[in-house]
């Protein structure tokens, strides 16, 4: 018996991208055949068990018809012969063919951010960039903030005082452990990271009886000697530097199932007021280390304003990071929680974190912002933070909230 899938798309030049797992019997001969073709021609099978392992295949620009084939001649299947596919990646729809439309957040009646319009322009997907700056006040010892995404409240709690958001977060954490009183949720501390300065990727569920639920599902710890780390004046207690820039892009797509997912890719980097800094640290074309661009925050007379991650296809962006752009450093993360609901799906490269947990809806109309539209991003922040009398302060601040939305190019 044979089994086959089959997919056509017109493509541009890239690699086609899949991971595969067979289990084929071996008595005397082999009793299945599993293989992958492009365009009739077969450029890869096996007739052994594989454990899930990744196949790529470079295409070139056109259409093409992708297929892939599981031959099983044990008719009574006798050895459970059986083949899976996952995480199918076709170069159809590349994110670097689109326009960014930057617009910074100064108020919903000032500044209104349409995600009706980008949604709908990009055939029901929502890509885009978000960024701020933080800064922590002069004793804070122990705390959190960052950025929240795809941040819909659930369908059973849409309205206030009982509005419950579910969706994703992106912080920066230094905390004391698990049950310390740091203010800091356990669920978004990874074990064994106390009193370590730390990039965090978290989701928050909702359950329909109510019931929130915090989990961490990577993290990175900032490096020893990072710019990003240590205080501004002597004496100081804070954990990141003042102007510390945070950055996430989410990329909506579909794979060839049409299911929807989001790849999600963190950055983080410095505005600094600091004019040696300014001419010494000229950055690379490496996304990955502390060697990048420092630059004055918008507020401050010459500043370029809001600076973006470079445009790029998310699983192959180190070849094309380039100087120009490199005013921060690409997350590779150190961990992934292998506990956490519905797993973490870290792709090859190390950066790139692949998940369906929260997606924009597939059809009709993008709901109102009542319910979806006017909360997709946020702020949180986790601390103990008071404004001390004395003259010093246990405080957390943000400054350029932006967001940069994708949409297709005319």
């Known amino acids: 018996s044979t089994a086959a899938m089959q997919y056509t798309a017109t493509t541009v030049a890239g690699t086609v991208r899949f991971r595969y797992r067979t289990r084929i019997g071996n008595f005397i001969i082999p009793w299945a055949r599993f293989s992958f073709s492009v365009d009739g021609v077969e450029v890869m099978s096996t007739t052994n068990d594989r454990d899930w392992v990744e196949h790529t295949h ?118 004391r452990g698990l049950c310390q009183g740091d203010y800091i949720p356990d669920g978004i501390k ?40 240590g205080g501004q004046r002597a004496g100081d207690g804070l954990r990141f530097n003042d102007n510390m820039s945070m950055f996430v892009r989410i990329i909506e797509a ?15 980097g410095d505005a600094s007021l600091n004019a040696t800094r300014l001419t010494t640290l000229l950055g690379n074309t490496n996304p990955f280390d502390g060697n990048r ?17 470079v445009v790029f296809t998310p699983l192959n962006l180190a070849a094309q ?32 974190i692949r998940d369906s947990s929260f997606t924009t809806p597939s059809s009709g109309s993008f709901p109102t912002p009542s319910v979806y539209g006017g909360d997709e991003v946020a702020l949180h922040v986790f601390a103990d933070a008071t404004w001390c009398a004395s003259g010093t302060f246990n405080v957390i601040a943000f400054r350029d909230f932006g967001i940069n939305i994708y949409s297709p190019q005319p």
Not at 214 to 227: C, H, N, S, V
Not at 293 to 309: E, H, L, M, Q, R
Not at 337 to 351: D, I, M, R
């Open 190 to 229: 990874p074990p064994g990271t106390e009193n370590l300065p730390l990039l965090v990727l978290w989701k928050q569920t909702v359950s329909d009886a109510g019931a929130i639920t915090k989990e961490w599902l990577a993290y990175k710890r900032i490096p020893a000697g990072d710019y990003a780390l």
């Open 254 to 268: 579909r794979d060839v199932r049409g299911i929807k997912y989001n790849d999600i890719m963190a950055f983080y």
């Open 58 to 175: 470079p295409v070139a620009a056109g259409t093409h018809t992708f297929t892939w084939t599981f031959l099983n001649i044990d008719l009574l299947n006798f050895f459970n012969n059986g083949a899976w596919i996952d995480d199918i990646s076709i170069p159809d729809k590349p994110p670097h063919q689109v326009k960014p439309e930057t617009m910074a957040i100064k108020g919903t009646s000032d500044n209104p951010i349409n995600w009706a319009t980008a949604w709908a322009n990009a055939g029901n997907l929502l890509t885009y960039d978000v960024q701020t700056k933080i800064s922590w006040g002069y004793q804070l010892q122990y705390g959190g903030n960052g950025i929240n995404f795809r941040w819909q409240p659930h369908p059973n709690y849409t309205t206030a005082p009982n509005k419950k958001y579910q969706g994703y977060g992106y912080s920066t954490i230094y905390h």
């Open 321 to 352: 990071w380039i100087q120009a752009y490199d005013y921060m450093t690409l997350v590779q993360w150190d961990q992934i929680n292998g506990s956490a609901s519905g797993g973490v799906n870290l792709q090859s490269n190390g950066y790139v």
């Open 293 to 309: 661009k420092v630059y004055n925050p918008s507020i401050v007379a010459g500043s370029p304003g809001y600076v973006w991650p």
